[in-house]
């Protein structure tokens, strides 16, 4: 980490491009100086909350979401509120579409991947095939605010004994809610930028939080971040996986899900298993109360995992500085494959948070890292392109059926990915159809290349 600061600011500043990072300052516990005073605020939250709902539905349903839309529903909130609810229900709305789609896509990979084994007859014979399940609406369950400075100012105190105050626009006409916050040490630290010793300037918008335990306070900073961008850095490709979390380009694993967690993972399962039979003796029984099938091992599994995953994302990082990276687009579709692959050990979510940790420490430390087509990543052949079921004789290994190729099956997964980094045609490919079929282009080029008969 500091070795890469250093060599940024040896670099000429002025030709490297900057990149912002919004962090943001979570749990500040917003205090009620006397009873009472927070009353306002949890008058307004069901009214917010009500409207925001009727604008998500809009968009997500009738209409594109768009967070310029002229008010078109009747609230007793002021018009500033009415568009902080519209603006926040165009971002909620926005992104359920974007994962719906997503989703889709993913159904459809699957659906064409299952007749693909079914017409091969590599279908399992447990395997069923994808079934689309309309998703609903979003329900807005608990209150949260996205509010700008229209509506929620905070201003630092002059006084010591705060931090801030927060004035925030109430359903009464002109009363102002003026609250005092408090910042803890750990959150005082954090606004110290490190570099210049002064506090940092805090953005102007801030998110309220309604939980049970009162409100909570969300405030946020930019930090800009300067990329490297050494047009000759290499580009290291990695590969996601569960044997392996990791698999670079240049043939190093970090991280594993075999071994250690494995074998905890097991005993979880095992405990949930005797937990499962023994609720269904008691029940039969009659007994009333019976012992809860919540797993707080689980939870602590799931933990470990990302701990682990983060500590395996960290050591690549720190073992590849000065490269550039690609990883590839992980559908849910292909988590579920590779999950299920490995026996289902790892929750596909687990999987999920390998790409999104590459993502954020790239960003962090201003590495390049570009996303990249994972279709028939697995099954490609780094060096001919034949692309083949069959190229896969088990889960570690990869053999080309027709150059002869061999290799760790993760290793060839990542040399593919890291060729895809500047690959507009396959970037380009509408779906896993076209993929395979501009691959299969490149295998035949390849042949007559090579003077294969
Ligand atoms: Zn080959």
Not at 50 to 58: D, G, I, K, R
Not at 191 to 204: A, E, F, W
Not at 331 to 341: E, G, L, N, Y
Request: hydrophobic share 35%.
């Amino acid at each position: 980490m500091l070795i890469l600061e250093q060599r940024q600011h040896s670099q000429r500043q002025d030709t490297q491009p900057q990149r912002t990072l919004t962090k943001a300052i979570t749990h500040i516990r917003l205090l009620e100086v006397n009873p009472g005073k927070l009353a306002a605020l949890d008058t307004l939250a069901p009214v917010y909350l009500a409207l925001c709902q009727q604008y998500v539905t809009l968009f997500c349903t009738d209409e594109s979401p768009d967070k310029f839309r002229a008010p078109c529903f009747a609230t007793p909130l002021s018009e500033r509120w009415h568009r902080v609810a519209i603006q926040q229900a165009a971002g909620i709305a926005k992104s359920w579409r974007t994962n719906r789609a997503n989703a889709y896509q993913d159904y459809l990979d699957d659906l064409l991947d299952y007749h693909e084994q079914e017409a091969e007859g590599t279908l399992d014979a447990q395997a069923e095939a994808p079934v689309w399940k309309e998703w609903d609406v979003p329900t807005l369950h608990q209150t949260c605010i996205q509010a700008n400075v229209n509506v929620v100012a905070l201003e630092p105190s002059q006084d010591s004994t705060f931090d801030y105050w927060l004035k925030i626009s109430t359903l009464n006409f002109r009363k102002q809610l003026l609250v005092p916050v408090k910042l803890a040490n750990y959150h005082r630290e954090q606004l110290i930028d490190p570099k210049t010793g002064q506090v940092r300037k805090l953005n102007t918008s801030v998110t309220l939080n309604k939980r049970e335990t009162g409100w909570w306070l969300t405030i946020s900073y930019d930090e800009t971040v300067t990329v490297q961008n050494e047009p000759n850095a290499p580009i290291i490709g990695i590969d996601v996986g569960i044997a392996n979390f990791l698999t670079t380009s240049d043939g190093k694993h970090y991280g594993t899900f075999h071994g250690k967690l494995r074998e905890r993972q097991k005993r979880d399962r095992e405990k949930r298993r005797r937990k499962a039979k023994l609720r269904k003796c008691l029940e039969k029984k009659g007994v009333q109360k019976l012992p809860s099938t919540s797993s707080k091992n689980g939870q602590r599994l799931t933990r470990h995992v990302k701990q682990e995953i983060n500590h395996a994302v960290n050591q690549c990082f720190a073992e590849h500085s000065g490269a550039q990276l690609a990883y590839e687009h992980l559908s849910v579709a292909t988590m579920k494959h590779k999950a299920r692959a490995m026996n289902a050990y790892m929750r596909a979510s687990n999987l999920a948070h390998i790409p999104k940790q590459i993502a954020w420490n790239a960003a962090k430390r201003g590495i390049p890292a570009t996303r990249v087509k994972s279709a028939y990543s697995s099954q490609e052949c780094s060096v001919c392109h034949y692309v083949d079921r069959s190229n896969r004789p088990d889960q570690q290994t990869f053999c080309c059926q027709v150059c002869g190729y061999e290799t760790h099956a993760d290793l060839n997964a990542a040399i593919n990915i890291q060729q895809r980094v500047h690959d507009a045609a396959l970037a380009a490919c509408k779906d896993r159809q076209a993929v395979k079929s501009l691959l299969m282009q490149r295998h035949a080029a390849w042949k007559t290349q090579h003077g294969w008969p």
